[in-house]
Every structure is written in structure tokens, then in C-alpha cells.
């Protein structure tokens, strides 16, 4: 298992921008596929992004496509997810996951490694 420790997480008024990280550590990050999940207040855990391996491949949930933008610097074992024209509604714990393969996952279950999770809340 990869152990992830995310960050920068934080409070931010609507329109603003906030990237967040997750350290990786544990296994070889490269042949790790990434994934961004995020849970809001009352709601379950939903996608928000992937990235393959390599970071050649990546995959946006519709409600963020064209504000966020995963990316990953495997020289640094990072992955990093710039967030954009926040809104309201991006009010959740963002959580960082792994998974064993190189191949980009959207579902929860394809990942086996999770961090602690940080929180984003966008003001309005």
C-alpha cells in the first residue's frame, strides 16, 4: 500500500483558485494511478479526477471539467490538483487515492490506498 498525505486545503471565496498535493510514498509513484475524490457535507464520496502513471492520460468529472486540471510530477512523487473558478458547490474533504496499476480508475474501488483527506470551503 502507498501512504498519501495531502495538503493545501483551505478556505477560499467563489472565483478563487487553491492547488492541492498529495505525497506519495510507499511503492514506485510512477506505476501508481491517481485519482482526486471529494465528499461534500451530507453526500457520499464522488470522483473528480484521474491520471494515469505516466500522466499522459486523464479524466475529469463533468461538474469540474475545465476548472480542474490533475497533474503529477513523478520526480517528486506528487499529484496535484489546480482547482479554478471555485465554487460554493466545490465545498468538500478532498481526498487523494492510489492505486496499484498504471492505468487512470473513476471508481472508488479501483483504488487501494487513500490519504487523510483536506478540506477545501468556497465562500460566496
Known amino acids: 500500500q502507498v501512504q498519501l498525505v495531502e495538503s493545501g486545503g483551505g478556505p477560499v471565496q467563489a472565483g478563487g483558485s487553491l492547488r492541492l498535493s498529495c505525497a506519495a510514498s510507499?511503492?514506485?509513484?510512477?506505476?501508481?494511478?491517481m485519482g482526486w475524490f471529494r465528499q461534500a457535507p451530507g453526500k457520499e464520496r464522488t470522483f473528480v479526477a484521474a491520471?494515469?502513471?505516466?500522466?499522459?492520460?486523464?479524466y475529469y468529472a463533468n461538474s469540474v471539467k475545465g476548472r480542474f486540471t490533475i497533474s503529477r510530477d513523478n520526480a517528486r512523487n506528487t499529484v496535484y490538483l489546480q482547482m479554478s473558478s471555485l465554487k460554493p458547490e466545490d465545498t468538500a474533504v478532498y481526498y487523494c487515492a492510489a492505486r496499484g496499476v498504471m492505468a487512470l480508475a473513476t471508481r472508488p474501488a479501483a483504488f487501494d490506498s487513500w490519504g487523510q483527506g483536506t478540506q477545501v470551503t468556497v465562500s460566496s
Open positions: 491520471i494515469s502513471g505516466s500522466g499522459v492520460s486523464t
Open positions: 510507499g511503492r514506485t509513484f510512477s506505476s501508481s494511478g
